[in-house]
């Protein structure tokens, strides 16, 4: 199976959304995307901005020819 940019941006990956003390913002990344970071001034642009981040991390990694980790799943006890 051919793997499109429209599953790999299916997947659950983990989204980290984090102030920027220093600057101000938040910086959100996605820690299984190795370098797909960006900021944003509110909550929503910094998630909106992640969204975009990871279509563009994700069509250069496939253009490059370089495998895309899948996210690892999360199993929660309780």
Known sequence: ?????DYYMSLPY???????????????SWPELHGCITVGGTLES???NA??????WIQ??????IEIPEPVPSFFIV
């Open 60 to 65: 250069a990694t496939m253009e490059d020819g």
């Open 46 to 48: 910094a998630t909106a």
């Open 51 to 56: 969204e975009d981040a990871k279509r563009e």
């Open 1 to 5: 199976m051919m793997k499109t940019l």
């Open 14 to 28: 983990k989204l980290e959304i984090i102030p920027d003390s220093a600057e101000g913002g938040y910086v959100a």
